[in-house]
């Protein structure tokens, strides 16, 4: 039966909250031979639940790599309501890997797009530097060896802040892309989100808050913002990358595993 079709007719909308570590996945979007986010949770959901079809609507794609600690989904399905929530996400839970976890599940509007919606993201990107971390450190932290001047990071930082054409902190743009972006906050600050006594004794995270991003766009951001540490990139370069006139290549992008979508806001 086509998904589509039935969908036009009646159907039945949730909004699912979703917390998950990316280590292991190929990213968000379903691919063909890929292990991602959004291929585990279908899987998971065809077998708690075989009689029923179900679509995903994410609110956002994260890369490879990349975690959440709060990220929302829309779940559509034609077929019937589900009756006993807190139940279904015991199941969902019960049967999902163990890193990710469905936190809450409430009812939506049918007729409302995730994707459309307006809201406001909040993104972490966790980092240490000088020494090289224990192993257990890589899925939480990007960990970069060199030396880096973070005093200057973090005045460069709040550079990124306010509106800014960031096409030089992309990847293949498409020609509708909107590469001007506002960011109401970016702040470099030691790292008080995540601990683990297996962390180095100082790390460091990048917060980035703002209504949508571009695809690599806070890992470039963080890239920039390595080089500009290391001594390879000064500021007036990060400030002429921001004009809507220059092109200039930013050419490191900052591993995923460092970046958190910390939370995110609808309006």
């Given at each position: 039966m086509n998904f589509t079709r039935i969908m036009n007719r009646k159907k039945y909308a949730y909004l699912v909250w979703v917390q998950y570590l990316g280590f292991r996945y190929?990213?968000?979007?379903?691919?063909?031979?890929?292990?991602?986010?959004?291929?585990?949770?279908?899987?998971?959901?065809?077998?708690?639940?075989?009689?029923?079809?179900?679509?995903?609507?994410?609110?956002?794609?994260?890369?490879?790599?990349?975690?959440a600690l709060k990220m929302a989904f829309q779940l559509l399905t034609p077929v019937a309501p589900i009756e006993d929530l807190p139940a279904f996400v015991h199941d969902f839970n019960k049967n999902l890997p163990s890193d990710i976890r469905i936190l809450e599940i409430q009812e939506a509007n049918p007729e409302q797009n995730i994707i459309q919606n307006a809201k406001i993201k909040e993104y972490v990107y966790i980092f240490s530097y000088g020494t090289k971390n224990h192993p257990f450190?890589?899925?939480?932290m990007a960990n970069f060896l060199d030396e880096l001047d973070l005093p200057l990071m973090k005045r460069a930082a709040k550079i990124f802040e306010g509106t800014h054409n960031f096409h030089n902190f992309t990847a293949r743009i498409q020609p509708n892309t909107k590469v001007t972006r506002t960011i109401d906050h970016c702040e470099?600050?030691?790292?008080?989100?995540?601990?683990?006594?297996?962390?180095?004794?100082k790390s460091y995270l990048l917060s980035v808050k703002g209504a949508g991003f571009m695809r690599y766009q806070i890992r470039m951001m963080m890239g920039a913002l390595v080089l500009l540490g290391k001594g390879e990139l000064d500021l007036d370069s990060l400030e002429k990358a921001l004009s809507a006139n220059e092109k200039t290549l930013i050419p490191y992008v900052a591993p995923g595993s460092g970046l958190f979508l910390k939370n995110m806001k609808f309006m």
């Open positions: 190929s990213g968000w979007q379903k691919q063909p031979g890929q292990k991602t986010l959004e291929g585990m949770l279908l899987k998971t959901l065809k077998f708690i639940d075989p009689g029923k079809q179900y679509k995903i609507l994410g609110a956002g794609r994260t890369d490879a790599k990349v975690s450190c890589a899925p939480f470099i600050t030691e790292n008080k989100e995540l601990t683990a006594n297996f962390f180095p004794k």
